[in-house]
C-alpha cells in the first residue's frame, strides 16, 4: 500500500480523472490517509473539497429540490477531487442516494472522487438500493481507480486499550 500511496502524491491520478477508493475496518486510518493525501495535493496547487457523505448528499440534494442541481455540479466539477468521506455509514433513503450516483456519473471520466467506506462493494446495495443502480455507481468508480485497503485494527480502540492500562 506505501507503493500506492507515494505514488498518488504527485497528482497524476488528477489527471488521468481516477479515483481513490479507501476500504476498511472502522478506525482504520481511511479518513486520516485520504486526508494527508489530499493536503499533500492542495500543496502542489491541486483543487480539492473533503466533504462527508452525508453532508454531501444533503447539499446536492436540497439543490435538486431548489432546482439547481447542475449549477451545483458545474461548481463541484471545478475541484480536481471531492473526497466522499464514510460513503454507506450513514442510511440515506433513495431519493439522497440518487443525487449522490447524479455526482459519481457527472465526474466519471471528468475528476477524480476520493472515497473512504467500512462497506465492501459486496453491500454497496445497502448505499444505493437496488441492485441496477449499484451496479452502474460502483462500474463508474471502480473503472478508473486504485484501491487501498486499511485493514488493520481500530486505532480508537487500541487507543482505549492503553489508556486504561495506565
Not at 507503493?3 to 475496518?25: I, T
Not at 482504520?28 to 499533500?40: F, R
Amino acid at each position: 500500500m506505501v507503493a500506492n500511496v507515494n505514488a498518488l502524491l504527485d497528482g497524476s491520478f488528477l489527471d488521468r480523472a481516477e479515483n481513490v477508493l479507501a476500504f476498511g475496518n472502522p478506525g482504520s486510518g481511511k479518513t486520516h490517509l485520504l486526508c494527508a493525501i489530499g493536503q499533500e495535493l492542495i500543496y502542489r496547487g491541486r483543487r480539492i473539497r473533503f466533504m462527508p457523505c452525508s453532508l454531501l448528499v444533503q447539499q446536492l440534494l436540497l439543490a435538486k429540490q431548489n432546482l439547481r442541481l447542475p449549477q451545483v455540479l458545474k461548481k463541484l466539477s471545478r475541484y480536481d477531487a471531492i473526497i466522499i468521506n464514510d460513503i454507506g455509514y450513514v442510511e440515506q433513503n433513495r431519493e439522497e442516494m440518487e443525487v449522490l450516483f447524479i455526482l459519481l456519473a457527472d465526474r466519471y471520466d471528468r475528476g477524480s472522487v476520493m472515497i473512504s467506506s467500512n462497506l465492501p462493494f459486496s453491500k454497496w446495495d445497502r448505499i444505493f438500493k437496488d441492485h441496477m443502480t449499484t451496479a452502474a455507481a460502483i462500474d463508474r468508480v471502480v473503472h478508473h481507480s486504485i484501491i487501498l485497503e486499511t485493514n488493520l485494527p481500530s486505532y480508537r480502540l487500541e487507543q482505549s486499550k492503553r489508556s486504561k492500562k495506565q
